[in-house]
């Protein structure tokens, strides 16, 4: 794997657990729309 393709790994890595932080947040009693929408920028 080259350097490049180790970076895009790793951005969709951290995609995936942002989104995943806001599927999470957004489906508590009381969801946390500011942090929600933040992770999901």
Same mark, same amino acid.
């Given at each position: 794997?080259? @350097?490049?393709?180790? %970076?895009? *790994? @790793?951005?969709?890595?951290?995609?995936?657990?942002? +989104?995943? @932080?806001?599927? +999470? %947040? +957004?489906?508590?009693?009381?969801?946390? +729309?500011?942090? *929600?929408?933040?992770?999901?920028?």
């Amino acid at each position: 794997m080259t @350097a490049k393709s180790n %970076l895009s *790994v @790793a951005w969709f890595t951290k995609a995936e657990a942002d +989104l995943q @932080a806001a599927e +999470l %947040l +957004l489906n508590t009693t009381n969801p946390l +729309l500011d942090i *929600v929408c933040y992770h999901a920028q």
